[in-house]
C-alpha cells in the first residue's frame, strides 16, 4: 500500500527523553527502597504506560501506588524535561522534510499524558508542525500496545490506517502500529541503552529498521515512489 500520511511516536523517536524520565522514577522508586539500575530501568518501563506497571512497583516495594504518587512523579518529571529534554538527532529537520512531502498528513500519537507530549514538542520546536494533530494514549481506551492511539490519529486526518506509516522505537509500540494495520519504521540508534536492538522490533513486526533520523524522509519518500511505480 502506498503511504499517505506518518504516525510518529514522541519519546525516543522525536525527544531524547527516556534518560530523564527514567531517572526521575528510579529516583522516586529508590525513595521506596527499590534501586534499579538504568539498564534495568530501561528494560522495565521504556515504552510502557507508569499506570500500566503499578503492579511491578507494588510487587517489589510493598508500596500500593496511588493517585497522588502518579501525580507526584508527573510534577518531578515535567520539571526535569522543562530543564533538559533535547531533540532525537535529526529529528527536527526530518519532521519538517516529511511534512513537506507528504503535505502536512502527519501526527504525533504517543502512549504519554498530553502534558508530557506537548511540552516535550514545544521545547524541541515541533509544536507548530504537530498543532491539533496530537493524541495522547492516556485519552484512548486502551493505550499502547492496543492500537487505539493509531488508529485515532489516522481517522482524524482522514487516511485508511494500512496506507500510514508508524515511526516507533519500543516493540509495545511497533505492536500498537501493527496492530493498526499501518507499515512500521523501527528506529534503532546504536549504542543507545535506551532503544532496542533492530532484532527485537522487527520481531514486534517492523518492516522497516533505521538507525539515524536522517534517513527516514528519503525511505518514506522511496516506498511512496515504489507504489506509486508498481
Known sequence: MPIDAVLFDCDGVLVDS?????GVLRAMLHELGWDLTEEEGFRLFVGRALADEVGVITAHTGFVV???WIAEFRRRRDAALATSVQPIPGAVAAVHEIDRLFGGNLACASGADRP??????????????FAGKIFSGMEMPRSKPAPDVYLAAAAALGVDPARAAVVEDTPTG????????????????????????????IEAGATHIFTDMAELPALLQAASAAHAGS
Open 66 to 68: 496511588t493517585a497522588e
Open 174 to 201: 511497533v505492536l500498537a502500529g501493527v496492530t493498526a494495520g499501518a507499515t512500521v519504521y523501527g528506529y534503532c540508534p546504536p549504542g543507545s541503552l535506551a532503544h532496542n536492538e533492530p532484532r527485537v522490533l
Open 116 to 129: 508530557k507530549v506537548e511540552l516535550q514538542l514545544a521545547k524541541v520546536g515541533l509544536d507548530g508542525v
Open 18 to 22: 527516556e534518560r530523564i524520565t527514567n
